[in-house]
């Protein structure tokens, strides 16, 4: 489907097609696993067709969620790994292993940019980014926030 929507894309004139990952829901079932959403990821990125994100976001950092009985994926392991596999070509693997990652000190930002791990980015570069991975959806408005806030990020 990115393939399409990517050949639709390179079209002159045509309007800018992007590609929907459901990340969540009220059952586990309704999760992806990371390699579902780092083949996707991954596929958009390197197909330039901008991709979002909706459900189940509700935390910065992967964790096991009693509510759902599963772990759900972190929005900062999301947009990081789209930013950092724009950014340095991350195939399906590596992108896999960052958003696998629930230690949340492996993340951190700064004035140059975000970091995981050793790998970098840096804010005019994630600002590029922003086209290809354009939103991240969470049906919480409090839990992110205080969460970033635990965090020290907010």
């Known amino acids: 489907m990115i393939d399409v929507l990517a050949e639709h894309n390179r079209t002159a004139g ?17 999760f992806p696993s990371s390699i579902q ?6 596929a958009a990125v390197k197909a330039e067709v901008p991709i979002k994100f909706t459900a189940g976001l509700h935390h ?26 724009a950014e340095h070509g ?33 804010t005019d570069r994630i600002a590029r980014q922003r086209e290809l991975v354009t939103s991240l959806g969470s049906c919480s408005f409090d839990e992110p926030r205080e969460d970033l806030a635990q965090l020290d990020l907010f």
């Open 14 to 30: 045509a309007h800018v097609f992007g590609f929907k990952l459901r990340s969540g829901g009220v059952i586990a079932s309704a």
């Open 90 to 122: 991350w195939n399906t693997q590596q992108v896999a292993a960052m958003l696998e990652d629930e230690d949340a000190s492996a993340f951190r930002f700064d004035d140059p940019g975000f970091a995981w791990r050793e790998w970098t980015v840096s």
């Open 60 to 85: 910065p950092v992967r964790c096991f969620h009693r509510s759902v009985q599963t772990k759900m994926h972190g929005f900062l392991n999301v947009f990081g790994a789209g930013a950092l596999a």
């Open 37 to 42: 959403v780092a083949r996707a990821l991954v």
